[in-house]
């Protein structure tokens, strides 16, 4: 089985990159249950768009603020400039945005930008019905329930995939492969992602001595509902906040404002850490109040969060909502260059969240995620096109290393354990080194592929923040020294 284009992830950059694949190459897209099971499905808010090209020069600013100024400028600006063609493409194509009684688009404002320019669909369906756009338009092959579990590297090219499907373990070879299996989420006790994203990918190009750029950068997102027992717990969307949800603790005070003059809408790191901190100081819950929309108004912008939310028993808008942060995007990932080429190897691409082009920086700005899924995915189409690598006929070994054991779930979760309480929106010398202890004494034990994966990755992002001494961006670091 050889194709042109293998793609891992079907998600938005993986979905946009085969979209951009002409019909006459053989494209086959690779993903783990269900396709819908990814986190462009579960997004709210919306995409981010430059409104005109007046507005990119203050939206390359605003994603330059958000990461702290460490972005890749050029990234930044391809992100942007970008953008508006993108956004063309998909009205072209009749995806459809949310507007106004009079037919304008209606354009949100999240945390950190500067004005509204965020489109969104079915009100914060946007992921879902974008997902749906895509896979409705998909011309190329797709195989569902097809883990990756390995790739053919030799050298500096790739060959192909190893793939674990219901039918067993099979190499499928390839001219050029894309990785787009998304973020980390599954490392961590609280996380906002589907359960496909587990990081097993990152853990493979370790394995394959290809690095992993910037993971100690880490976003938390501040208002999850996390009083639920899925693994996946329920956003808030950042648009609530934009639209008049405010932050309070039990006794109503609008706290935030202890921490930045911009309240809510500070940064998600700034509204991450005032809650943590004011909680933890103060042993208080915090909670949204959305006693400033109506029931009507609420369920119309928000049908989503308000039939998630509704379903836990809660009376919205009237009752205040219990929340925490939790783990929500990676910012750090594969690195790899402008074109989406992954460094050292010449025919392997990264795009979307697994990939690190330094487009984020420090931290996201919100909604900036789905675009660079759409933006670098489209360039790696380019590229694969102009590219003509060939790979030579080469038959690979499988790789049969057990994929999970006995002991594996139990030690699963003592590693989100680990990741949220000493990994997290906190960090200290003390908690990172006690990590790393602790995850080089589970990858000494008789443990499956996927849970080592894992934990290598785990590892990476200790190492990471452990070098990384002072804060910066979503990294936030106490000297215990001082
Ligand atoms: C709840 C939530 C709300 C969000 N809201 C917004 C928003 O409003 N705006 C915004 O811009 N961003 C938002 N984000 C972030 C954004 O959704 C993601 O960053 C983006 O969708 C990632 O797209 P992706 O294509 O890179 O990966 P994903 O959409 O996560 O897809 C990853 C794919 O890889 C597959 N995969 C993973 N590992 C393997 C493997 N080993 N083998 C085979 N397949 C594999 C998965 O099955 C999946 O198909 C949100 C995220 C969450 C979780």
């Known amino acids: 089985m050889k194709y042109d284009v293998i793609i891992i992830g079907a998600g938005a950059a993986g979905l946009y990159c085969a979209k951009h694949l002409p019909q006459n190459l053989k494209v086959l897209i690779l993903c783990k249950e269900q396709p819908w099971e990814c986190n462009t499905f579960y997004a709210q808010g919306g995409i981010t768009i430059a409104k005109n090209k007046e507005d990119i020069n203050l939206h390359i600013k605003d994603t330059l603020d958000a990461g702290s100024n460490v972005n890749n400028k050029k990234a930044v600006e391809m992100l942007s400039t970008s953008s508006i063609e993108i956004f063309n493409e998909l009205l072209n194509e009749g995806f459809a945005v949310d507007k106004n009684e009079k037919g304008e688009i209606t354009f949100a404002k999240e945390g950190g930008h500067s004005i509204s320019r965020i489109i969104h669909s079915n009100g914060d369906g946007t992921g879902r019905m974008l997902h749906t756009h895509l896979i409705n338009n998909l011309k190329h092959t797709l195989w569902k329930n097809a883990n990756v579990v390995d790739l053919l590297i030799e050298e500096n090219r790739v060959y192909g995939v190893c793939v674990s499907t219901k039918k067993g373990l099979l190499n499928i070879y390839a001219n050029n492969v894309v990785i787009a299996s998304g973020g980390v989420g599954g490392l961590f006790k609280y996380h906002t992602n589907a359960y496909t994203i587990s990081s097993d990918m990152h853990g493979i190009l370790l394995e394959h001595n290809l690095n992993l750029r910037d993971m100690e950068m880490l976003q938390f997102h501040p208002t999850v509902f996390v009083e639920t027992n899925h693994a996946r717990k329920q956003l808030v969307s950042e648009a609530v906040r934009g639209d008049g949800g405010i932050i309070i603790d039990s006794n109503n005070k609008r706290f935030l404002f202890d921490y930045d003059k911009r309240g809510e809408l500070a940064p998600r790191d700034i509204v991450s850490r005032g809650i943590f901190d004011y909680c933890k100081k103060n042993n208080k819950k915090a909670f949204i109040d959305l006693s400033i929309f109506s029931k009507a108004g609420f369920e119309n912008r928000f049908p989503n969060i308000y039939r998630q939310l509704s379903s836990y ?55 900036n995620s789905l675009l660079e899924g759409l933006v670098f995915g489209k360039i790696a189409a380019k590229n694969i096109i102009e590219s003509s690598i060939i790979t030579k006929e080469r038959h690979f070994p499988l790789n049969n290393e057990i994929l999970q054991k006995d002991g594996d779930m139990r030690l699963k979760n003592v590693l989100r354990d680990i990741m949220w309480n000493k990994v997290g929106i906190v960090r200290t010398k003390s908690g990172l080194d006690s990590a790393l202890g602790g995850i080089e004494v589970m990858l000494l034990g008789d443990i499956g592929r996927m849970l080592k994966l894992r934990l290598l990755v785990a590892k990476k992002i200790i190492t990471s923040a452990l070098n990384r001494k002072e804060s910066l961006g979503a990294h936030y670091f106490i000297d215990e020294k001082k």
């Open 313 to 367: 028993g809660l009376d919205i808008p009237n009752d205040k909502i219990p929340i925490s942060p939790a783990f929500h995007y990676s910012m750090g990932g594969i690195e790899c260059d402008l074109n989406a080429r992954v460094n050292g190897v010449e025919n392997l691409y990264a795009i979307g969240e697994c990939a690190n082009n330094g487009v984020h920086g420090a931290n996201r700005l919100a909604s």
